[in-house]
């Protein structure tokens, strides 16, 4: 029971971490970590990640909304596209007969830590108000549909993409590209666990329940902490929470 529980928080810090701080789903930590150590099948994994993750996003948008760094106009746009595209995605994916690579999301995870230690983020809010408001629909809606699709096709890395477009496709400045990310993330991961769980019944409640409550308070903890942080900041932090769960994941993908 001891080792479940460390396991249980360790999974949870680390996918707390990257989704208060950068909006990174909680799958991508969780379910390595849940099959490799616990032993628990990978579908199983995946849904308990995703219900982790419902609460975790949810705790870091109202932060993140209630220090103003969250754009839910468009968040709802890409939302609804994001969540329409990744069943073509998945549709279009089924009728593939090859397989994609399972470590794409997390690479990508790895490489945009470094790039956010390397090349931070800037943006201001005044610069983000000068982009015509035709101009940012047309962008989330369009990039909804690349996220969408590319996550259902796929079938991970839908925060770090989200993360990735917001703020060097549509210009969003960090925080409230990590805040619009996690208000996404937060209604994606609600369905996805409500299907997993119709689909393969419900997991191990001790395991849900423990990744819930861990994911839950260390999201809070960053989010309360990015939301203080000055941007330069706020960028060397992302870019060093995504580069060490970036390596740690591969590792834990290599001891599996």
């Known amino acids: 029971m001891l080792y479940t529980v460390l396991i249980c928080f360790l999974a949870g810090m680390g996918a707390g971490l990257g ?3 950068a909006g990174m789903s ?3 930590v969780i379910s390595p970590m849940l099959i490799t150590f616990l032993g628990i099948p990978a579908y199983s994994a995946v849904g308990i990640a995703l219900a982790s993750d419902v609460l975790a996003s949810a705790v870091s948008a109202y932060t993140y909304g209630k220090n103003k760094n969250l754009d839910v106009k468009n968040g709802l746009i890409m939302m609804v596209t994001v969540l329409c595209f990744t069943m073509v995605g998945s549709w279009v994916s089924s009728l593939v007969p090859s397989q994609t ?3 794409t999301s997390v ?3 790895f490489l945009l830590g470094i790039k956010f230690i390397v090349r931070p983020v800037m943006t201001t809010r005044e610069s983000m108000a000068q982009v015509d408001s035709k101009k940012r629909v047309i962008q989330s809606i ?3 549909m690349l996220v969408g699709f590319i996550c259902g096709f796929v079938g991970a890395g839908g925060g770090m993409m989200l993360l990735l477009v917001l703020t060097s496709v549509l210009g969003y400045e960090l925080k409230t590209a990590v805040g619009t990310s996690v208000f996404i993330m937060a209604f994606t991961a609600l369905t996805g666990s409500v299907s997993h769980f119709a689909i393969g019944g419900l997991p191990d409640f001790t395991v849900l329940a423990l990744c819930v409550l861990f994911t839950f308070l260390w999201a809070r903890v960053a989010a309360r902490f990015a939301n203080k942080a000055s941007p330069l900041v706020l960028n060397r932090a992302t870019g060093v929470v995504l580069t060490v769960l970036g390596g740690a994941i591969m590792l834990v993908n290599w001891l599996g």
């Open 107 to 109: 690479c990508m995870t």
């Open 19 to 21: 989704t208060g701080f």
């Open 101 to 103: 690579v399972g470590n």
């Open 26 to 28: 909680a799958a991508a």
């Open 142 to 144: 369009l990039c909804g």
